[in-house]
């Protein structure tokens, strides 16, 4: 099989993967006023009102009850640290695939030279998962289309990111 149809092939497999994700099955609400790109996220409505709680308790401190982050995210403190991101779609959020959020969420930024503390210990797989959603709920279909791509191809190099 050449390369091409190799990626292809994986490229259809994970779309199948995702449209067949438990976690993505959507309440008893109705999709009305949704687009169809955002009834085709891999979230459900409860994952997006779970997040919500999971954030207001321990993420919104330091990067805002909406998710905006800090006006000067880009510039460094005088510790040389950076402030808090928004992770609304503004920054770069949307760049990294979903294991790589998950990683972020569970060992936080010191180990690399940051400051956010980690969630490994407080928060389960599910309420991370559910905060990754909730930040999601605020990107654009653009953004989250962007998203989308660079975490198929992420699922294809690392073979799953489900
Ligand atoms: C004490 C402040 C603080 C708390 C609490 C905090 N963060 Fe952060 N977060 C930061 C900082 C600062 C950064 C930038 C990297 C660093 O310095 O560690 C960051 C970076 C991130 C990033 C990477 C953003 C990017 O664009 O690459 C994500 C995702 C994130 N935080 C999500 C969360 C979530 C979800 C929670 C709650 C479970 C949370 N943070 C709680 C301070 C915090």
Redo the contacts with the bound molecule.
């Keep these: 099989m050449n390369n091409r149809k190799t990626v292809w092939l994986a490229l259809a497999a994970s779309a199948l993967l995702a449209a067949c994700d438990g976690s993505a099955q959507q309440s008893a609400a109705p999709d009305a006023g949704k687009t169809l790109l955002q009834q085709m996220r891999w979230y459900s409505e409860a994952q997006v009102a779970r997040g919500e709680k ?2 207001r308790e ?2 919104a ?3 805002g009850s909406d998710a905006s982050g800090d006006p000067n995210w880009r510039q460094p403190n005088s510790d040389g ?5 928004p ?1 609304n779609g503004t ?3 949307w ?2 695939p979903k294991n790589m ?1 998950r990683m ?2 569970r060992r ?3 180990p ?1 030279g ?4 980690p ?1 490994g210990d407080k ?1 389960s797989r599910e309420e991370i998962d559910a ?2 959603a909730w ?1 999601q709920s605020h990107w654009s279909d653009e953004i989250y289309s962007a998203w989308a791509r660079r975490n198929a191809q992420a699922a294809i190099t690392t073979g799953g990111n489900q």
């Design positions: 999971v954030y321990n993420c401190g330091c990067h640290k950076f402030p808090p991101p992770l920054a770069h959020t760049h990294h959020l972020t969420i936080g930024g010191v690399l940051g400051s956010m503390p969630f928060l905060v990754i930040v």
